[in-house]
């Protein structure tokens, strides 16, 4: 990674720690959000589309479970998420089969 691609990383990450605030408050919105240090930390290890992911799966159980998950609760479940997540990155297509796995 050069540089200047890490100052890019750098400059994003403000608007996509508060885009991810603003997210989870709309769809886990009797839970505190965390902190930009755990946002920046999950960003870094799982990147933006799989954290937003794994905040929407968050919010599908809360509403799952009458909105009775506590905050630590909400944490190890994102991050339980973001981890067994199949690709680092949804917005890359699943890789293609190459011709010696393909069976006919």
Known sequence: MTLAEVKAKLDTAPAQIETLRRFWNAVLPNVTAPNDTQFALWLSLHGFPTVHWAV??????????????????????????????????????APMAQPSEVTI
């Not at 905050?71 to 917005?91: G, I, T, W």
């Open 56 to 93: 929407r799966e968050c919010g599908k159980r809360n509403a799952k479970l009458r909105f009775s998950m506590t905050f630590a609760y909400c944490l190890r479940f994102v991050s339980d998420v973001a981890a067994k997540c199949p690709r680092s990155d949804l917005n890359q297509p």
